[in-house]
């Protein structure tokens, strides 16, 4: 690998600032679901001309922006392009899923691919800005922003603990990451949104309401029944794509040195 692609070691206080930054994006994001799941706010999917859809798109915003600081000095020149592709990715191909009967979502393949490469904050703040930049125009899933976080976030971890070394494992990180995010996206789509934005989504979720389920319990069913197994299609895909990109490359991220995420010979 070529020299100029490693980054200089960071200091103890440069150390410091990053936890402290990554820290406070964690918890603005925690914090502004908690508050959705509670208070349950009206308005907030007819734009941001309500308040407290401006209110959220800001905090949340402010959260990615935080996460983004805490890891940009740790990556390479190549992911200030891989980003804004990703969240291109994300858009392009959720709004063109959410559109057809299909229940799945496919809108976070970019946000996976950031975080199997550069890890959990840079893959959590991607999974924020494709939900924020979506919702200008689609502002039904801008709820769902701490949900795509923590896409990126799993991702990030899945590709730490070796997800990456063998093809079969990452779309078992994919299905165990499907019910986390199922579980925690399920109080959204019922208590602020009141179903789900998808078509297929919500065939199902209209399903599980006609033999007589509480919105909760057939939005959490239609959520344990779509994202596993979207989550896992999601990691094998862009596993696929980490693979199929040239080892200069992948090999310039930081994660994927430190902690050997494509195994010894992906990683030279």
């Known amino acids: 690998m070529s020299p100029n692609l490693l980054l200089p070691e960071a200091s103890p206080t440069q150390l410091l600032r990053r936890r402290v930054l990554g820290a406070a994006g964690t918890l603005l994001l925690v914090g502004t679901y908690l508050f959705l799941v509670i208070t349950q706010p009206t308005g907030i999917v007819e734009g941001l001309g ?43 191909l959720g709004q063109f899923v959410g559109s057809v009967m299909v229940p799945l979502y496919l809108d976070s393949i970019g946000t996976v691919l950031v975080g199997f490469l550069a890890g959990r904050r840079a893959g959590a703040a991607t999974g924020v800005l494709s939900t924020l930049i979506w919702s200008l125009f689609a502002p039904t899933v801008l709820p769902f922003a701490a949900g795509a976080a923590l896409v990126g976030f799993l991702a990030g971890t899945a590709a730490r603990y070796g997800a990456l070394r063998r093809p079969y494992l990452a779309p078992i990180a994919g299905l165990v990451s499907g019910v986390l995010v199922g579980v925690i996206s399920s109080p959204v789509a019922a208590f602020v949104y009141g179903g789900t934005s998808g078509v297929g989504t919500g065939a199902v979720v209209a399903a599980f309401r006609s033999m007589g389920d509480s919105l909760l319990s057939a939005v959490t069913k239609q959520a344990l029944i779509s994202d596993p197994g979207d989550k896992a299609i999601v990691f094998l895909i862009a596993a696929l794509l980490v693979f199929a990109l040239p080892k200069r490359l992948s090999g310039s991220f930081e994660l994927i040195r430190r902690y050997k995420v494509l195994g010894k010979s992906g990683n030279k």
């Not at 915003?61 to 740790?74: K, N, S, T």
């Not at 804004?84 to 392009?92: D, F, Q």
């Open 50 to 92: 309500q308040g407290v859809a401006l209110a959220t798109f800001a905090s949340y915003l402010i959260a990615a922006i935080l996460l983004l600081l805490a890891v940009l000095p740790d990556l390479p020149v190549s992911a200030l392009t891989l980003i804004p592709v990703a969240l291109a990715l994300n858009i392009i």
